[in-house]
Nanobody, 128 residues
Framework: QVQLVESGGGFVQPGGSLRLSCATS????????MGWFRQAPGKEREFVGG????????HYIDSVKGRFTISRDNAKNTVYLQMNSLNPDDTAVYYC?????????????????????WGQGTQVTVSS
C-alpha cells in the first residue's frame, strides 16, 4: 500500500518559515522523482517544485525561487520542503507527489499528470 504523509504545516506570520516533510512507503522511493504542489482556495492545484531521484536536480516556479528549497533523504524515504520568507500568497494546502521510475532531471516533471501517487496535503496559512 502506497502512502505519502505530509506534516509540518501550520500557521505562520509573514516573513516566517516552515519545513514540510513527506514520509513515504509502499514504493521504491529512491527511483522516484518527487514534487510539491499547492492548492489555494478557489484555485487550481499548482506545481511548486520538484527534485530528481538522486537529489541532484531541483526545479521551482518563479514565485518561490530563492525562498523554497526541496531536499530528500533516500535512506528515510522522505522529501522535504523548506519554506522561508513566507507571504500570504503562499497560503494553500501543500501536497507531495511521487513520479515513480523517473530518471530525468527535475524540470521534466511539472505537471500533475506526471505524478502517480499523492499525499493528503497539509495546510499552510500565512497571515498577520
Amino acid at each position: 500500500q502506497v502512502q505519502l504523509v505530509e506534516s509540518g504545516g501550520g500557521f505562520v506570520q509573514p516573513g516566517g518559515s516552515l519545513r514540510l516533510s513527506c514520509a513515504t512507503s509502499g514504493y521504491t522511493f529512491s527511483t522516484a522523482a518527487m514534487g510539491w504542489f499547492r492548492q489555494a482556495p478557489g484555485k487550481e492545484r499548482e506545481f511548486v517544485g520538484g527534485i530528481n531521484w538522486r537529489g541532484t536536480s531541483t526545479h521551482y516556479i518563479d514565485s518561490v525561487k530563492g525562498r523554497f528549497t526541496i531536499s530528500r533523504d533516500n535512506a528515510k524515504n522522505t522529501v522535504y520542503l523548506q519554506m522561508n520568507s513566507l507571504n500570504p500568497d503562499d497560503t494553500a494546502v501543500y501536497y507531495c507527489a511521487a513520479a515513480t521510475n523517473r530518471f530525468y532531471d527535475a524540470p521534466a516533471y511539472t505537471r500533475r499528470a506526471d505524478y502517480h501517487y499523492w499525499g493528503q496535503g497539509t495546510q499552510v496559512t500565512v497571515s498577520s
